[in-house]
């Protein structure tokens, strides 16, 4: 290296860290720039070779010819960004130098260039190669191409942020000395600049911090339309934001004030599903998805199919929700809502309360819950009578205890006698419809007391009222009762936290007895509150960095002290399963060791990463696209940093994992399902992060293209792990143990399905049939229930909570035999007749699922037999309308009083005829009328398709409908065609995906990453 050029090197370091003027740094960066232009071009022509590589990034993935220049014509066709990465560059004369053309030109060739055009491409993304994202990040080479309009960075004057140029130049200044730097002979000279550079641009990304304009935010005129948040998002580096993977923010919102579907009006962010749920598949915006995805294939002879598992899907939303609503009733007033449902009326009500507690129960109606309780079952089953609890009927603490005591010992019990039940042939119980009833007798008891004891505030904040709550979690999180067990769940953190039990200064003076029971309460609680964070994703109602207080006893003898300990040594413990600390731990102690662990990696990973705010800050969604990248470069890091510790919990716990692959009697039967059970949930547990992170991947990516490839990386690992536990499941010993596994099971099948449908992996012939093989399986459980339930103990939480599981499984199941059949280019006729040559003794289920009438989605129909559906989306359109017809009226609309009073619930009524201009189509309620009336060719289902003699058919759902001249809807007063969707046949027959989609979402939803 030339003295010359060194002193110009020194220098530019120097003053690029100490100038304080722009200018000055500017003209010295140009001045750099240009003579070491002369240097380099030197240095280049002495290393020129024969062959070599002219492709740029995008010529090379299209694996097109390219012409080399800058830019070349290949991306001046595709309009996108024409990047060459220096590994790639030609070494000759003609070659393209290694620096922007724009901000690099020859003084020899181009005296007089206007370098101001340097600062109009320092916004411009920079592109790299998928297999080197992160290592090349500073290695591309950008040349001036216009961006793709869609993705450009916004030039609005309504940015709220102050301006960051000086930023701008620096970063993109620090970028072009390090690439530079390294096109140099090395040195020790030239390895210290380069390290002294990277520092300094790694510490101008790290310090990046938009600022507000306040006097520009203050003095916004007119007022905005839409939310402050939302206009905060208007920024020059892109025009769109996503939010989650299937909702995005664009700058086109902030300016206009309405939209003509119903996800333009409601928050991008879905109450129900949040943030990072790794279900949002299934939200409204991603059923919105999978309606947009089939409707690019119009055409397809599957779109009976498709329109189908849509139905399936909305059914599905609404079951879930209709639960969640009976969860709710059922802990606001348990007492009354048993008695009503099972049509008993009582004269006698409550008596008074005092100021001080809330009202009392009344002991006629505790009484006649009580006698309903089946004698002398429950007597054999938990030990307790009816006189022992009519004894204890009026101390609420007691009486709330011992109901708990007997709801657990019935669960176990019930467990117990299905698995018993399961291991035999499969015959009708009596007993059976006892537990049944008796649940759901001791959940309306439970819940009753836990009302009546919940405001006393110094009983509550004691360790024997934590324990009952811990011990009704417990049950409330095996039926899957969501809604209960969120607001049990607040009441246990909150309690706990006051009684100081996450703090290690509360457990000064006391003895050490009275201290691990605290512990062991707190840590439960602790388990509980992340296992719902792995199923919704939510935000943790535990402060991860103020929880300081000792880990139970077996970790202390493993060398974990606490929290902060165990997850700074747990990846690299020295621990083996040989160890004398977990060897001889029993089963029991075993499984809770890793739960114990397994929830303190996921507290961390939402504490540090989901929910950080250096990733999650309105600030972050505004940065320059290589500071995202450098954040999204460390939440790939937080993700290895996770499976590593979640690799090493299956280290220390391979002996569960071992007895849940053994048999019956090798293993005692309770043994093979805990296993089972834990092992599903390690599993699960990778699927949820995995589908969590994905939204934050979503917020922070610019390129679509290079993340999927990022994702699909753990997209083929997920594969591989579903493979893996189909065989586990078809492998346990009996169906009850797949049973048990559901609630797990079922977010892994889901969040594999929603991945076929989105980006499929190539799911083989083999995968269907062990997939039919696990199905198999869950139809036995299906058989006993429809030979063993009665229609009265239909409302079983045990029962609700297998069909929902069932269900989505089921519909899982369909979407990928559906896109299976899409990627090999064969109808479900020749599917079928595939499988038959395969697997006969599967084929008869295989068909199943594709008969909406079989016995698989007959939880889902059952209520909808006769009447409407999907009363979510009903309800939700009608409160729109209520609102702008309320408006109308406030604003003088001709309707009269009488008009507006004859639509009060709009649950039965057409929308009314006013005569005032303002109710014309534009400004009407949203409509689905025309759902009903598109003229499809009538829905029919083959009812021979069992038969052997038939003659070759191509099945009717899967020719292409024929359009048919709509007939008018017969719409009245006692009819609800506005907003119905209808029956299945009406959705399938009439149903118009079009219509639907631009009605609910129009192109309020996107492409995610998934």
């Not at 039919?772 to 869950?778: A, D, E, G, Q, T």
């Amino acid at each position: 290296m030339s003295l010359r050029m060194r002193l110009y090197i020194y220098m530019y370091l120097i003053l690029i860290s100490c100038t304080e003027t722009a200018e000055l740094g500017r003209q010295l960066h140009l001045c750099f720039i240009v003579s070491s232009h002369r240097v380099i071009s030197m240095k280049v022509k002495k290393s020129t070779r024969s062959k070599v590589s002219t492709a740029c990034v995008n010529c090379r993935k299209r694996k097109i010819k390219c012409t080399g220049k800058h830019p070349c014509t290949n991306c001046i066709s595709y309009d996108c960004t024409c990047v060459f990465l220096k590994r790639y560059l030609p070494q000759g004369k003609d070659a393209p130098q290694p620096f922007p053309a724009a901000t690099a030109p020859s003084s020899s060739s181009h005296p007089d260039v206007d370098l101001s055009t340097d600062m109009h491409q320092l916004n411009t993304v920079i592109k790299l190669d998928n297999q080197d994202y992160f290592k090349l990040m500073n290695e591309p080479i950008q040349t001036p191409v216009s961006p793709n309009p869609t993705n450009a960075p916004s030039n609005d004057n309504n940015i709220l942020f102050k301006d960051d140029s000086d930023s701008q130049i620096q970063l993109v200044a620090y970028q072009n000395i390090l690439t530079n730097l390294k096109t140099l002979p090395p040195s020790n000279e030239t390895r210290l600049l380069i390290d002294k550079t990277r520092t300094q641009l790694n510490n101008l990304i790290n310090n990046w911090n938009p600022e507000v304009n306040y006097p520009k935010l203050s003095k916004l005129s007119p007022p905005p339309q839409r939310s402050i948040e939302t206009c905060l998002l208007t920024n020059k580096y892109r025009n769109k934001i996503y939010m989650t993977r299937f909702s995005f923010w664009t700058n086109q919102m902030v300016k206009t004030q309405s939209s003509d579907s119903f996800m333009a009006t409601i928050p991008l962010v879905d109450e129900v599903f949040g943030l990072f749920s790794p279900v949002q598949a299934f939200s409204l915006r991603g059923i919105g998805y999978l309606i947009k995805k089939n409707l690019e294939n119009a055409h397809s002879l599957m779109l009976i199919d498709t329109k189908e598992t849509i139905y399936l899907i909305l059914r599905l939303f609404d079951l879930c929700y209709e639960h969640l609503i009976q969860g709710c009733i059922s802990i606001a007033n348990p007492l009354e809502n048993y008695l009503q449902r099972k049509k008993q009326s009582f004269t006698k009500t409550a008596s008074a309360s005092l100021p001080t507690s809330p009202a009392p129960l009344s002991s006629d109606l505790v009484i006649s819950v009580i006698h309903q309780l089946p004698q002398p079952f429950i007597q054999t089953i938990t030990g307790f009578t009816t006189d022992q609890l009519i004894a204890n009927l009026h101390d609420s603490f007691s009486m709330f205890r011992i109901v708990t005591q007997m709801y657990s010992l019935h669960r176990k019990r019930f467990a117990e006698f299905l698995n018993q039940v399961f291991s035999l042939p499969l015959q009708k119980s009596d007993m059976f419809s006892s537990f049944c009833s008796t649940e759901h007798l001791l959940s309306t008891l439970c819940y009753a007391y836990y009302n009546v004891t919940l405001y006393h505030m110094l009983d509550i904040n004691t360790l024997d009222y934590l324990e009952i709550l811990v011990s009704l979690l417990e049950i409330l999180n095996e039926i899957d009762e969501r809604f209960g067990f969120e607001k049990v769940l607040e009441v246990a953190v909150t309690c706990s936290i006051k009684m100081g039990l996450s703090r290690w200064e509360y457990y000064v003076g006391i003895d050490e007895n009275t201290a691990e029971r605290r512990r062991k309460i707190w840590w439960k609680i602790y388990c509980l509150e992340k296992r719902f964070l792995i199923d919704l994703g939510d935000l943790s109602l535990i402060n991860e960095r103020q929880m300081n207080c000792l880990l139970p006893k077996e970790f202390r003898d493993m060398g974990f002290i606490n929290h902060k300990e165990f997850l700074a040594k747990i990846s690299t413990s020295s621990l083996s399963p040989s160890s004398p600390e977990l060897k001889d731990l029993p089963l029991s102690g075993l499984i809770e060791y890793g739960k114990l662990a397994i929830a303190q990696i996921v507290g961390e990973f939402f504490s540090e990463t989901l929910y950080n705010e250096k990733f999650t800050s309105l600030e972050t969604s505004v940065k320059p696209t290589l500071v995202r990248q450098k954040l999204l470069e460390k939440i790939f890091e937080n993700v290895e940093s996770f499976r590593v510790k979640w690799a090493k919990i299956k280290f220390h716990t391979s002996r569960v994992f071992q007895i849940a692959l053994s048999s019956y009697p090798e293993q005692s039967r309770n043994d093979l399902i805990e296993a089972a059970k834990f092992a599903s949930y390690y599993k699960n547990t990778w699927f949820s992060i995995l589908g969590a992170v994905n939204n934050l991947i979503a917020r922070l990516s610019e390129d679509p293209e290079i993340m999927t490839e990022q994702s699909l990386k753990y997209a083929d690992e997920m594969y591989q792990d579903w493979k893996e536990i189909n065989q586990f499941l078809i492998q346990v010993d009996t169906d009850f143990i797949v049973w048990s596994c559901l609630d797990f099971y079922e977010l892994i099948f889901f969040v594999m399905a929603s991945k076929v449908y989105v980006e499929s992996p190539h799911v083989t012939l083999e995968d269907v049939i062990s997939t039919l093989k696990v199905f198999k399986r869950i139809t036995n459980i299906m058989s006993f229930f429809n030979n063993n339930l009665d229609d009265e103990d239909s409302d079983c939480q045990t029962f609700r909570e297998f069909s929902r599981s069932s269900s989505l499984i089921a519909i899982s199941i369909r979407i990928i035999f559906i896109r299976y059949c899409y990627v090999e280019e064969i109808d479900r006729a020749e599917f079928i007749e595939r499988f038959k040559e395969v697997e006969p003794d599967l084929s008869d289920l295989l068909q199943q699922f594709f008969d909406t009438r079989s016995f698989i989605y007959e939880y889902l129909l059952k209520s909808v037999e006769k009447s409407g559906f999907h009363l979510t989306i009903r309800k939700m359109l009608e409160s729109d309308y209520k609102i702008l017809y309320r408006d109308k009226f406030a604003a003088g609309s001709t309707c009269d009083q009488a008009s507006l009073n004859q639509f009060p619930h709009l649950c039965y009524g057409a929308a009314p005829a006013c005569g005032n201009s303002s109710t014309s189509s534009a400004n009407s309620p949203l409509k689905l009328s025309a759902l009903l009336n598109s003229g499809e060719e009538p829905y029919t289902q083959d009812a021979s398709e069992n038969t052997s003699n038939d003659l070759p058919r191509q099945d009717r759902s899967l020719q292409q409908p024929k359009r048919q001249q709509p007939i008018p809807s017969q719409i009245n007063g006692s009819e609800n065609n506005i907003y119905n969707l209808g029956t299945l046949e009406e959705f399938v027959n009439s149903g118009d995906l079009t219509e639907l989609y631009h009605t609910l979402w129009n192109d309020n939803i996107s492409d995610p990453f998934l």
